[in-house]
């Protein structure tokens, strides 16, 4: 079993990246399978399935950030996947939150996005860009080729992932990805996440709703001070 993990802000364009890339996997003869996970609301599996005939299915993370559900489900993805004689599992994630990243060691791992979005913006998406193997930007055509320039310097300054520059809603230079996807070598288990998980699950995760870092304990931090333990 291969695996891709597609992550990236909402509106980035990982669907449109993913049913390109999907189209050309299939033409080359690779039989994938699709999960969605998001958090309330998606329809891009029905939409999937309906293009290309291939098993898809989505989860919803509800309460819980889309990242840390992927960690506790991929695993059964995989089997689900392998069960559906699948060669190849494409995921598909909101990637949500900042501080994490849903790659999986061995793995594939794509981060979708879109030029249009900020100079600014691989400065502060974190592990979900660092740990990318592949950075994909969309929406090339929006924007002068100074500001793709200074998009694609930002990002290479962030991170060590392959950049690719692509008009998505065209097909243009999707060549690159889909090589990337098919070489990926198949992965076993144990599945391994790839980098390390945020500091520690603190009392608002659990649901505790007092504002005020006194109210609260594990890892907690102040308007004025860095990140210090409390508590038990």
Known sequence: MKSAIFAGPPTSGKTTVIKRTLARLIALGLKPAYLKVDVLFSDE???IANLFSIPARKVHSGDM???HCSVLILGQAM???SGQKADLLMVETAGLCLRCAPYIEGGLGVVVLEATSGMNLPRKIGPMLTLADIA???KIDLVSQAERE???AGVEAAAEAEVIETDALRGINIARLVKRVADTREMSPPYLLKGNPP???CTICVGKKQIGWESHF????SLDSDLFYRGE
């Open 45 to 47: 599996d029905q939409l």
């Open 65 to 67: 950030c889309p990242d």
């Open 79 to 81: 089997d689900w996947a």
């Open 136 to 138: 994909v930007v969309t």
């Open 150 to 152: 200074v998009f694609r």
């Open 199 to 201: 500091l520690g699950v």
């Open 218 to 221: 594990g890892v907690v931090r």
